[in-house]
């Protein structure tokens, strides 16, 4: 469990100092919940991130009193530094159970393209999908077999299968991945 602390200020001096002392800045939201303003150990949260096995993943926020609250987020957004490339803020949202939310869901690939050897490049139009769903029918990734793409193929939308109770609003026609001749 990612464990963080509720900011007392939202100003730019205590963000600053909260930074130099080696914290994350976070905003936890979600429907019908008041958005909280929170922050954690960067060291732990990477941690997090490469360790967790779900999409969704449990938080626990502790204010300056020692009130303690739990939530279960997915990140939905976050900013890096431009020049060092370090994450400077995440966006979570909250997965309430029974609540049908809009989340992005990554997109993996399985298989090795047939293209590959026509001299093709696999490119990623997408990396993930927004889907609106509740968080026990959310799925942790779409996996998509690319072994069957030749030079010039290309997986869309409406090649997906979405599971029972996930919703994808966009355009049947966009595409996910596709092979391409390469220059």
């Known amino acids: 469990m990612l464990k963080g602390i509720i900011r007392e200020s939202t100003s730019k001096a205590y963000t600053k100092k909260l930074r130099r002392d080696g914290y994350l800045i976070a905003n936890i939201y979600g429907k019908g919940l008041e958005n909280i303003n929170g922050a954690f150990k960067v060291g732990d949260f990477l941690k997090t ?39 400077l803020h995440v966006d979570l949202l909250a997965a309430q159970p029974g609540v049908k939310t809009y989340f992005y869901v990554p997109i993996k690939v399985k298989g090795t393209p047939i293209g590959l050897k026509n001299k093709g490049v696999l490119i990623y139009h997408r990396r993930r999908i927004k889907v609106k769903s ?17 030079v010039g193929d290309t997986i869309i939308i409406r090649d997906i299968q979405f599971p029972e109770g996930v919703e994808c609003y966009l355009d049947p026609s966009i595409p996910i991945v596709g092979v391409v001749k390469a220059k």
Do not use: A, C, W
């Open 49 to 87: 991130m490469r360790t967790k096995e779900h999409l969704i993943f449990p938080i626990q926020l502790e204010d300056k009193d020692g009130n303690v609250k739990e939530l279960n987020v997915v990140v939905q957004e976050y900013q890096r530094d431009p020049v060092t490339g370090d994450i």
């Open 134 to 150: 509740t968080p026990e029918n959310l799925p942790d990734y779409f996996e998509l077999d690319v072994s069957n793409l030749d």
